[in-house]
């Protein structure tokens, strides 16, 4: 089936906070501002954060937590030092280093951290990715 990813919906428990963090670790620009939701633009989708209350009755369930240890989301950079930077400025916006940046064994160099509201982002350099090379990204 052809397709392609061009949302993720993340629930939040303080949509202003959620929407700072985003904004000071990623430098994503608010792309559209709904009372009970925002959206970033990325080169390959779009980023929602909702409010966890409006995303539990969007998605029909009684209640959603925030965030969960259950997924991860994997944002790819140009360098190494990308994610070095990327994981410093997670840090100093609130984020729980989960996993220090490292060499991996395919020969990638990722960091994990959790967002304040406890989702997990891995910041990874590929060497074989031609998508995240610096003249590509946002």
Excluded at 14 to 36: G, I, Q
């Amino acid at each position: 089936m052809a397709g392609s990813l061009t949302y993720l919906t993340l629930p939040v428990a303080d949509l202003p906070a959620a929407t700072r963090f985003y904004t000071e670790v990623f430098e994503w620009t608010l792309e559209r501002e709904l009372p009970m939701a925002v959206f970033f633009q990325t080169s390959a989708f779009t980023l929602a954060l909702m409010d966890q209350t409006a995303f539990a009755e969007f998605t029909n369930q009684k209640s959603v937590d925030a965030g969960s240890l259950s997924a991860m989301c994997s944002w790819n950079v140009g360098s190494k030092a990308e994610v070095d930077r990327l994981m410093h400025r997670a840090i100093k916006a609130g984020a729980t280093v989960r996993r220090d940046p490292a060499l991996l064994s395919w020969g990638g160099w990722a960091g994990i951290f959790s967002s304040p509201d406890g989702h997990l982002w891995e910041i990874v350099w590929n060497p074989r990715n031609t998508i995240a090379r610096p003249e590509n990204n946002l």
